[in-house]
C-alpha cells in the first residue's frame, strides 16, 4: 500500500507492451463500490473473497502487468496462484515513504481506518506482510525513483 504499484504498473505494461491490471479496480467495477465501501458494509472477508476469485481469473493471462492490493499475497493460495502464472515482483519502500505517500489517503484506505496511529498501523501491516513480500522473484526500492525509471529498472531485470 503506497509503493506505486497503481503508478508504476501501466508504465511497466507500456515498455512491455502488454495490458495493465488493477485487481482494486477491477473488483470495484465488479460490485459497483468503493473497496472503502466494500470493507464498511460487507467486512474485510467478503473483499478478500472477491480479490481471490479476481485473480484465479486474472492469473489465466499471464501475458499483463498485474497489481495486487497489499494484503492479496497474504492468502497462501493466492501467492502459489501468482508465483505459478508471472513473475512477482516487490515495489519495497521505507515506512517513512509509505507515511508520506499515505496520509492524505486514509479514507481511501480502509485498513488504514481502523487505527487512528497511521505510523503504528504502517509499521504493523509491514512487519505481518514482509515475509509473504519477501517470496517475491524480483524486489526493488521505490522510495526514490520515479514511476518511468522504475518501470524501466524492473524491466531491464525482470523482463
Known sequence: MGCGKSTVGPELAKLLGRKFVDIDELIVKAKNKSISEIFKTEGEDSFRYYE?????TIAKDSYQVVSL?????EDPANLRC??????LVYLQCTP???????????????????????N??????????????????FHFVADDLSPDKL?????KKAY
Not at 52 to 56: A, G, L, Q, R
Not at 82 to 87: A, F, I, R, T
Not at 120 to 131: C, F, G, P, Q
Request: aromatic share 4%; net charge positive; charged share 35%.
Open 52 to 56: 481471490k476469485d479476481v485473480i484465479k
Open 69 to 73: 492490493g497489499g494484503g492479496a499475497l
Open 82 to 87: 501468482v508465483l505459478e502464472s508471472g513473475k
Open 96 to 118: 517513512e515513504t509509505l507515511l508520506k505517500r499515505l496520509k492524505n489517503e486514509k479514507e481511501k484506505r480502509p485498513l488504514l481506518l481502523e487505527n487512528n496511529d497511521l
Open 120 to 137: 503504528h498501523t504502517v509499521i504493523e501491516l509491514l512487519e505481518k506482510r514482509s515475509k509473504t513480500y519477501q517470496q517475491a522473484q
Open 151 to 155: 518501470a524501466f529498472e524492473i524491466y
